[in-house]
């Protein structure tokens, strides 16, 4: 079981309890749900992604002035509640299963919104698509994200997603593709793995919202320019 991450709340009049709603109580409730949802999930989306996109979150967002710690915390816990990848491409079926758990406990309506809302902002989109969030802890939410799909935990992620769906390692007769729309990264039947750096995972360090998660994120492209290197190398028969 994963250790709790420890965040105070400001008590107001009522105590922890705000227009019905107890934030510990929801956090943890909602912890509970995403272990149940996803534990043992082998695509790479399975609840220690979310246990480390929820770390990487509360770090960026303490150095980040104004963030609502409450719905950062919230939407990197659901962030990945119904991934679309593994839903028949249904774009729609995250932010609607947040919806429906936010719902059931009582979350006020404003949390809800901007919660589900960064669900829907946060996703890749393709090479040639910008998709930056738009509000502050959406900014946050994302940058965690994307920090957990690179570096050495990126390149395992993405081994472990191109087994599960039947993609080679390698192939250099089949070139990357950068893709222009959403439609196209989405209906895209998915090349060799080693592609899918050049699609997506080499080009994330340029785009991170926030100075801490840029950071992090130049160490670990390094390592990942490195593993490619040796990669091919071995590849090659030169080392
Ligand atoms: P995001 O949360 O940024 O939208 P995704 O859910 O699309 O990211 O992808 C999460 C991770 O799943 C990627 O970083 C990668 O490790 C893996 N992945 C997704 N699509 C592919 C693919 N076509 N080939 C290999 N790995 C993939
Ligand atoms: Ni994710």
Redesign the pocket.
Known sequence: MATRVQITYSPNLFGEIVAGMDKKQVINDTEDYVINELSGES???DWWHVYRVRNNAMEIAKSEKGADLFVVELAALL??IA?Y?LHGGDTTIGPKTARKWLNSKNVEKDVTNHVVKIIEE???KGAGVKSVPTTLEGKIVQDA??LD?IGAI?IA??FA??GK?G?EIYNPGVKPVLHKSFKAYKN?K?GP?IN?FY???LLLKDRMNTKSAKRIAIARHKYMEDFLKRFYDEWDGRS
Do not use: M, N, Q, Y
């Open positions: 695509s790479g989306h962030h990945d991934d990848k946060i996703d890749f994200d994307k799909a990126g992620r993405t997603f191109g769906f993609a895209s998915g793995v899918h699609e997506k995972l």
